[in-house]
C-alpha cells in the first residue's frame, strides 16, 4: 500500500510559478512510476505528466510542454511538478498517483490517488 498526500497548491497570478509535491508512505517510492492528473469544474480528469520509476523518462500533456517539469526524489520519497507560467486554463484540482510502471500512469491506470491540491491561477 502507498499512501500519497499533495501539498503546495494556492492561488496565483497569471506567469507566477508553483511546486507542487506529492509525499509517499507505505512502500519504497522508487518501485513507483507517478504521475500528475489534474481536473477543472465540469471536466473530465486529465492526465498532465508521468514519470517513470527511476525518474529517467518523463512524459507530458501537450498543453504543457516546456512549462511544467515533473520530477521525484526517492530518497525523499517524495515527487514534484514544477509549474511555471502558469495560465487561467491551469486551473485545477491536481492529484498525483502511482503505479508499479508509467505506461499504467500515462493510462491513467493508477494503482494510488492522493487527495487533491487546489491551483487557482487569476488573470
Known amino acids: 500500500q502507498v499512501q500519497l498526500v499533495e501539498s503546495g497548491g494556492g492561488l496565483v497570478q497569471a506567469g507566477d510559478s508553483l511546486r507542487l509535491s506529492c509525499t509517499a508512505s507505505?512502500?519504497?517510492?522508487?518501485?513507483?512510476?507517478m504521475g500528475w492528473f489534474r481536473q477543472a469544474p465540469g471536466n473530465k480528469r486529465e492526465f498532465v505528466a508521468a514519470?517513470?520509476?527511476?525518474?529517467?523518462?518523463?512524459y507530458y500533456t501537450d498543453s504543457v510542454k516546456g512549462r511544467f517539469t515533473i520530477s521525484k526524489d526517492n530518497a525523499k520519497n517524495t515527487g514534484y511538478l514544477q509549474m511555471n507560467s502558469l495560465q487561467p486554463e491551469d486551473t485545477a484540482v491536481y492529484y498525483c498517483?502511482?503505479?508499479?510502471?508509467?505506461?499504467?500512469?500515462?493510462?491513467?491506470?493508477?494503482?494510488?490517488w492522493g487527495q487533491g491540491t487546489q491551483v487557482t491561477v487569476s488573470s
Open positions: 498517483a502511482a503505479s508499479s510502471n508509467v505506461g499504467s500512469v500515462y493510462r491513467s491506470q493508477c494503482d494510488y
Open positions: 507505505g512502500r519504497t517510492f522508487s518501485s513507483y512510476a
Open positions: 514519470i517513470s520509476r527511476s525518474g529517467g523518462s518523463t
